[in-house]
């Protein structure tokens, strides 16, 4: 299967710095990216779609000026989270499909994001 | 609103027992239910998948059954081990429009 890698694996940040976070599709083209967000023992919930050389998309609810997308090849996407606080703690997860039709989607291994 | 409804939440099973997930869906659009698998502190791994051109797909002991007219489909892991304990979501999409929509996830425990 493919391989999409996401680093780092996890962080702990302090209140209000940023945190980068990398998705990377290793063995095939991405035209898209999507980033989640799971908190503990609950399901995970789409944040935005990325996709390469345009603006993300992001879901209702999800602040774009928080949650800072770029996918600016078709192997790496990267989301920041401005001015963390410590609601924003959660583990977040990136998915990577290929381009093409009838596709699978495939799971980075997610980050663990503790502001503290 | 896309909603794809999982049930049970949680689920004991025996050893070498059967254990069924469900898992129902309102968008007719969709086109492809995969399965995930998920460990804690993990990302979710594809475990496997299904057309809705198939009402069943087997793979080792993992098998989906899909009842189109009822929008259902549900997982049923035979002879079930200890390492198979991991939390479970069903998901569905249509290709056109790329995203997932999953399911609330079943935790999965398979004791000894």
């Known amino acids: 299967g493919a391989v999409v890698s996401q680093h780092p694996s996890w962080v702990i940040c302090k209140s209000g710095t940023s945190v980068k976070i990398e998705c990377r599709s290793l063995d095939f083209q991405a035209t898209t990216m999507f980033w989640y967000r799971q908190f503990p023992k609950q399901s995970l919930m789409l944040m935005a779609t990325s996709n390469e050389g345009s603006k993300a998309t992001y879901e209702q609810g999800v602040e774009k000026d928080k949650f800072l997308i770029n996918h600016a090849s078709l192997t790496l996407s990267t989301l920041t989270v401005t001015s963390a606080h410590p609601e924003d703690s959660s583990f977040y997860i990136c998915?990577?499909?290929?381009?093409?039709?009838?596709?699978?989607?495939?799971f980075g291994q997610g980050t663990r994001l503790t502001v503290v | 609103q896309q909603q794809v409804k999982q049930s049970p939440q949680s689920l004991i099973v025996q050893k070498g027992g059967i254990s069924i997930i469900n898992c129902a869906y309102e968008n007719t659009a969709f086109d492809y239910f995969p399965w995930y698998q998920q460990f804690p502190g993990k990302g979710p791994a594809l475990l496997i998948a299904i057309r809705p051109d198939v009402s069943e797909k087997k793979e080792g002991r993992f098998t989906i059954s899909f009842n189109k007219s009822a929008k259902q489909f549900s997982l049923h892991i035979m002879d079930s081990q200890p390492g198979d304990s991991a939390t479970y979501f069903c998901?569905?999409?249509?290709?056109?429009?790329?995203?997932?929509?999953f399911g609330g996830g079943t935790r999965l425990m398979v004791k000894p």
């Open positions: 998915s990577a499909r290929k381009t093409g039709l009838n596709t699978e989607a495939f």
């Open positions: 998901a569905a999409t249509n290709n056109a429009g790329n995203m997932l929509t």
